[in-house]
């Protein structure tokens, strides 16, 4: 298995463009998380899908940020407009089951530069 | 769900067995302790978890008190590709938050 995809693995962007964060979770997981992690804050949860419908969404810092899975197999993160504050790592990781107990596979992050 | 509390550095010299401590003295009954690290630029990878019993794997044991308040994590040989952050997780399965906190570094020495 190829593990959690993430692309792009790198971005950079101009404040006030849109910006948009794709994930292809492992076959046959049921749960997709995208987290964010910066150095004051370290790694934080923004939401939280199981079988494709968004379950958590209380992480999301604001209306500039929403997440869509149109499906099984693809989940995206859109930032629109965006902002220096932005700039951060962030990380997709999916499981197996239902739960947010069960154990979470990371992607290898993307990493937003803001300017 | 319950916090951790970890120290926020060790060392450990290549070789020997590397301890790391995390305290969770607010843990529940029907609570799991997960543990993951981070090696730097990459993402989290899951090491173990437990609810009452030790545990062991290929990567690591855990090491659980018997009142369930701390617990420890055992690499009994660690090696320079372990240095990492390492996260201690209290999580239920139907948890609503997956705290990571600010975990341990733990930097191996040759």
């Known amino acids: 298995d190829a593990g959690v995809i993430q692309s792009p693995r790198h971005e950079v962007t101009e404040m006030g463009q849109e910006v948009t964060l794709r994930c292809k979770p492992i076959?046959?997981?049921?749960?997709l998380f995208w987290y964010r992690q910066t150095m004051m804050r370290g790694l934080e949860l923004l939401i939280y899908?199981?079988?494709?419908?968004?379950?958590?969404d209380s992480g999301m810092p604001e209306d500039r940020f929403s997440a869509k899975m149109p499906n099984a197999s693809f989940s995206t993160l859109k930032i629109q407009p965006s902002e220096p504050r932005d700039s951060a790592v962030y990380f997709c990781?999916?499981?197996?089951?239902?739960?947010?107990?069960?154990?979470?596979?990371f992607g290898p992050g993307t990493r937003l530069t803001v300017l | 769900d319950a916090k951790t509390t970890q120290p926020p550095s060790m060392d450990c010299a290549e070789g020997r067995a590397a301890n790391l401590p995390c305290n969770h003295s607010?843990?529940?009954?029907?609570?799991?302790v997960y543990w993951y690290r981070q090696i730097h630029s990459q993402g989290p990878q899951y090491i173990i978890h437990?609810?009452?019993n030790n545990e062991t794997n290929e990567m690591a044991s855990l090491i659980i008190t018997e009142d369930r308040k701390s617990s420890t994590l055992i690499l009994p040989h660690a090696t320079l590709r372990d240095t990492a952050v390492y996260y201690c997780?209290?999580?239920?399965?139907?948890?609503?938050?997956?705290?990571f906190g600010t975990g341990t570094s733990l930097t191996v020495i040759p």
């Open positions: 899908f199981n079988n494709n419908v968004p379950i958590d």
């Open positions: 437990g609810l009452k």
């Open positions: 076959s046959g997981h049921n749960s």
């Open positions: 997780i209290v999580l239920s399965n139907t948890g609503n938050q997956f705290y």
């Open positions: 990781a999916s499981s197996l089951s239902r739960y947010k107990g069960d154990t979470q596979y």
């Open positions: 607010t843990i529940s009954g029907n609570e799991y």
